[in-house]
């Protein structure tokens, strides 16, 4: 029996430069495309109007909405936090201190601990955070991981988050008037109103993978 050798070969290199090849001749006479317009909107919102879109479209999303100002913020994460019954809330690093002042002594604050396990975390009952920026026509929260925001798993793993948006300096209108304002080399979450999942059937379930209940506190300065 003698040995044979069989050779299979595909497309090879000399058919792709052939078609590259035809292609550049196609063009090599065709003008250079010209630069794209950029005069469209950047938003469709009115800046008097974008405090009252964000709140209408968080809770669009399920997300629970409140207002106050810097004076009344401590006593609403208080009774929040209360109401929600919470035995534990977790607090980033650089949360101001009189956010939390009118936590009751029950409640268990939990520093947050970058060896913590999302084991760990998961027995958390609540987070408290601030956020980057808020953005009205998608009623988005931007977090960034600043200190007062903390790091990306303490605001998914947690079944209750509380993120307090100072307005109306962190609202903005729109997409494209955020990302000016965000920083691209930090880990960002975008988060609009709670997590939610929907099957083929659409019956929606909360909390798949991130909080079940999200509560925005809208602070005037």
Known sequence: MSDAKVTVT???TGSRE??????RAAVADAPEAPEPARDYLDTHTADSGVVDLLAENL??????VHRTDGAGLPALVGRLLTERGARTVLVPPGLPAPWLAAVPDAVARIEDDPRATAGELDT?????TGCALAIAETGTLVLDGSPDQGRRRITLIPDH???VV???DQVVASVPRAMPRIVPTRALTWISGPSATSDIELDRVEGVHGPRT????????
């Open 10 to 12: 595909g497309p090879g």
């Open 18 to 23: 052939r078609m590259l090849a035809r292609i």
């Open 59 to 64: 809770a669009d999303y399920r997300a629970l």
């Open 124 to 128: 958390v009952d609540s987070v408290v």
């Open 161 to 163: 988050h509380i993120c």
């Open 166 to 168: 100072r307005v109306p």
């Open 214 to 221: 999200l509560e925005v506190i809208l602070v005037t300065e």
